[in-house]
């Protein structure tokens, strides 16, 4: 990466970390925040002890067979939550903000917020891994909570 790029890509960071930590989240892509870039950001350590991790063009390399479920929210789709089913473990190679190669493996908790991050920057969301059934119950309420929020902002 050239310089300026460099620090254009470091200075996205540490708003994506500011944007995510806010919320707060454990994970946040470019896509959400408006950036064309295979960039994601994830921290699942307690406020007190964070671990920040930067994954730049993040690649899934192995997924397990067995599969695990868990409920699952988003920074995209505020106070929407739902099951989602995945691998149970994956491992995912990626460079770091040095540009390092490197790799993630993990399971539970970690394994779940690396593919709904790595989903995000094909267009994904967690929504679209649930029956067309729940996905538009989920979409209906947001759209009601949207139109909501604006009747409030309206009335003031
Ligand atoms: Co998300």
Redesign the pocket.
């Known amino acids: 990466m050239a310089a300026a790029d460099d620090a254009a890509v470091r200075d996205l960071v540490a708003r994506m970390f500011a944007t995510m930590y806010h919320a707060p989240g454990i ?3 470019a896509p ?1 925040v408006g950036v064309a870039l295979r960039l994601a950001v994830i921290d699942l350590a307690p406020d007190d002890k964070r671990t920040p991790h930067v994954l730049i063009n993040p690649e899934i390399v192995a997924v397990s067979k067995e599969l695990a479920t868990r409920e699952e929210g ?4 505020p106070n929407m939550y739902a099951d989602v089913t995945r691998p149970a473990q994956v491992k995912v190679r990626y460079l770091d903000i040095d540009g390092a190669r490197r790799e993630i493996q993990g399971d539970g908790l970690l394994a779940a917020c690396l593919q ?2 790595l989903d ?1 920057l094909d267009g994904v ?2 929504v679209d891994h649930l029956s067309a059934l729940k996905r538009n119950m989920i979409l209906r309420k947001l759209a009601k909570d949207q139109k909501a929020k604006e009747q409030t902002a309206g009335d003031r």
Do not use: T
């Open positions: 994970g946040l892509a959400q988003c920074l995209s789709l709904h991050e995000h969301l967690f």
